[in-house]
């Protein structure tokens, strides 16, 4: 008898059919990328790092444009105060300053009326200019590649 035979004669019990081996799983896809070329980390990169992290030398390099930044804002200060303020002590001193007119208006109203608020202007466009200064180098600092 033939194998096809042999199957379908009766009483005999038939064959089970072959059961499926379940496969392995197939692993993902793999995206094969080209190796970047390594490097030692830069300068740069352990100061930003240190920034992130807030580490004593990232606290150290914050508190310095803090202090350069307090820094500027007190000078600025001390020059409207001195400029501002010592107005009315020249006036006490020196009450023929006073007492002198331009246009018709005395100089002290001329000067704390009209000339304070473009002086005022003048002392904050330049601490921001000197402010932002700061922050750029500041940020040159953390950016500068090693030497």
Do not use: C, H, K
Not at 75 to 98: D, E, M, Q, T, Y
Not at 118 to 145: C, H, K, M, S
Request: proline fraction near 9%.
């Amino acid at each position: 008898m033939t194998g096809a035979e042999e199957r379908d004669v009766p009483g005999r019990p038939a064959q089970a059919a072959p059961v499926p081996v379940p496969r392995a799983p197939q692993p993902a896809r793999t995206r094969v990328v080209l190796a970047e070329v390594s490097r030692p980390a830069s300068r740069a990169d352990r100061t930003r790092s240190e920034l992130t992290q807030q580490t004593r030398v990232g606290e150290t390099l914050v508190r310095g444009l803090m202090r350069a930044q307090l820094s500027l804002a007190l000078r600025l200060s001390l020059l409207v105060v001195i400029g501002l303020g010592g107005l009315p002590w020249l006036f006490a001193i020196a009450p023929s300053v006073g007492r002198v007119s331009v246009l018709g208006v005395n100089l002290p109203w001329l000067l704390l009326g009209v000339v304070a608020f473009p002086f005022l202007i003048a002392v904050g466009w330049a601490y921001v200019r000197l402010a932002e200064r700061n922050e750029q180098d500041f940020t040159d600092l953390v950016q500068r590649p090693e030497r």
